[in-house]
């Protein structure tokens, strides 16, 4: 009898942004092979053009790979953990494994595919199958292409090409559990990461708003299935209320699949709040795919009039729209809002960003950067893409010259001041719609004697006229 070398041979599953067991093709097509399977994870700060992930994506992280590695022992499959460069960590695993199969779900930012494209050609070059499947996005950025551009810049004929697409496929359940006999390797300890912030451990208000990890995800979207979504439409832009799915850092980590959510949501009867919410999941996908057509989304503006535009430069003004202390109450709500617990509702995303970009006139990629630090659901092509669209330089932006009022918009999207309250101490007693409004401004910048709040940093009608002077120049 002629014995079968590559029997007892392994695979491995390389888990990168798709930190679940439930509908992740690679790991189901890994245990189908009836072979043992070895998970592993790699934090690679090293790769040429990769991005290394903010402070809160870190402390997410975290957690989310102590629940995979929970989930996967349970599925006879241990998670070795290792750092450095991608490359050759997974050589290195592959040989040590002693496996002849790798398994990946893609990524779709240009650094990463460069990565995996050349792992996968010298893998392939020695004699190992290389599998990778599509998970994180509802549709390959590829598949969707307009007859005379090479990719979508406007998001609303993208979106109606996706919805004319194939439906996206069905949710994959938790696979069987893979065979026994997974080789024993060394991995590195995750204390050691050093992810979790210590002295200080500022992540208590982090801690007390997420559960980060897939069960995490599920409760997330159970919840919002049988509440939130039945007004989504008409409550989602006031951030006072719990309107939207709070999803985004578990979609971010890959905890739970577009495909979950959409079939999930689009199960409801059509039409209303649930289209909305799928076309918000579109926007998700239409940032990918802008994404994966322009190398460098969180670095150059898409429309390269803006690399012209005259930024300030106001270190006093940045570090005071960074801690809350700009004297325009829903800006510092919402900055507040972000420190505290990493997350910033997406209408106050708008005018915070807008503040800084336009009101402001400081340079959007200094406001991407404090978002990419200080997000848990930091996202490489969501957090470019949103900043380029407020700040009127991306592809299709709101204008320039469209500046928000922070104290209008307050007015109409928190009218009673909830979310300010909330959030700014100083102003919870201020009486009725005061609470909009910033202090009177004092010459000497001091905090209100009263509230202990602060001034306002600039004066709105002034800073307008100087966006829109220093716009029309451009
Ligand atoms: C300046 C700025 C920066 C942003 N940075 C990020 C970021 O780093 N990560 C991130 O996930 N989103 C980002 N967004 C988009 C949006 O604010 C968040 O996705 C949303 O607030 C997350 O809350 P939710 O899960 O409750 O959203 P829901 O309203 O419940 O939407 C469901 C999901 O759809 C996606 N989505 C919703 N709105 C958008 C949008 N405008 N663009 C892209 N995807 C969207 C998200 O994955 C979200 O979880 C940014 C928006 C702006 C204006």
Redesign the pocket.
């Known amino acids: 009898m002629v014995s079968d070398l590559s029997a007892n041979r392994c695979s491995i599953v390389w888990f990168r942004d798709d930190l679940r067991v439930s509908d992740n093709p690679a790991l189901t097509a890994a245990i189908a092979r009836d072979r043992p399977v070895v998970g592993l994870f790699v934090l690679d700060e090293e790769s040429d053009g990769l991005r290394p992930i903010g402070a809160a994506s870190r402390w997410w992280l975290n957690t989310s790979i102590e629940g995979l590695a929970r989930e996967l022992l349970r599925l006879n499959i241990p998670l070795i953990l290792r750092r450095g460069r991608a490359d050759a960590v997974v050589n290195d695993i592959v040989v040590a494994a002693g496996a002849d199969a790798v398994f990946w779900n893609r990524r779709y930012g240009p650094a990463e595919r460069a990565v995996d494209a050349s792992l996968k050609e010298s893998l392939t070059a020695a004699g190992i199958i290389v599998e990778s499947h599509a998970a994180s996005l509802l549709f390959e950025p590829w598949t969707l292409k307009p007859a005379t551009a090479p990719y979508y810049r406007v998001f609303t004929p993208f979106w109606r090409a996706a919805l004319g697409s194939a439906p996206p496929r069905r949710p994959l359940p938790v696979p069987k559990q893979a065979t026994q006999g997974a080789p024993r390797l060394s991995g590195a300890r995750l204390a050691d990461w050093r992810l979790h912030p210590t002295s200080p451990d500022w992540s208590g208000g982090l801690e007390a708003t997420w559960t980060p990890g897939e069960a995490g995800a599920r409760t997330r979207l159970d919840a919002?299935l049988s509440g939130?979504i039945g007004s989504?439409a008409t409550e989602?832009d006031r951030p006072a209320l719990a309107a939207?799915?709070?999803?985004?850092?578990?979609?971010?980590f890959g905890e739970i699949s577009?495909h979950q959510?959409w079939h999930a949501a689009a199960s409801r009867p059509p039409g209303g709040d649930g289209d909305k919410?799928l076309s918000?999941?579109?926007?998700?996908e239409?940032?990918w795919h802008l994404h994966y057509h322009l190398p460098d989304l969180a670095g150059r503006a898409f429309n390269p009039r803006f690399e012209a535009f005259p930024w300030r430069s106001d270190p006093a003004a940045l570090t005071a729209w960074q801690r809350g202390e700009t004297g325009y109450p829903i800006i510092d709500a919402g900055m507040r809002e972000l420190w505290h617990t990493g997350?910033?509702?997406?209408r106050v995303?708008?005018l915070?960003?807008s503040f800084l970009a336009k009101t402001l006139m400081i340079d959007w990629r200094l406001?991407?950067a404090w978002?990419?630090d200080t997000?848990v659901?930091?996202?490489p092509?969501?957090?470019?893409?949103?900043?380029q669209?407020?700040a009127g330089c991306g592809a299709d932006a709101a204008p320039y010259f469209r500046i928000f009022n922070p104290v209008l918009q307050a007015e109409k999207f928190d009218p009673d001041g909830a979310y300010i309250r909330r959030w700014v101490p100083a102003l919870r007693a201020a009486p009725g719609k005061t609470v909009h409004r910033p202090q009177a401004p004092s010459s000497a910048g001091l905090l209100d004697a009263e509230t202990g709040y602060a001034p306002p940093i600039v004066d709105l009608q002034v800073a307008r006229q100087r966006a829109l002077a220093a716009f029309k120049a451009l």
């Open positions: 919002f939130g989504y989602r939207t799915s709070r999803l985004s850092p578990h979609l971010r577009p959510v919410f918000e999941i579109g926007w998700r239409f940032c997350w910033m509702h997406n995303r708008m915070t960003a406001g991407e978002f990419w997000l659901d930091a996202d092509a969501n957090n470019p893409a949103g900043w669209w407020v």
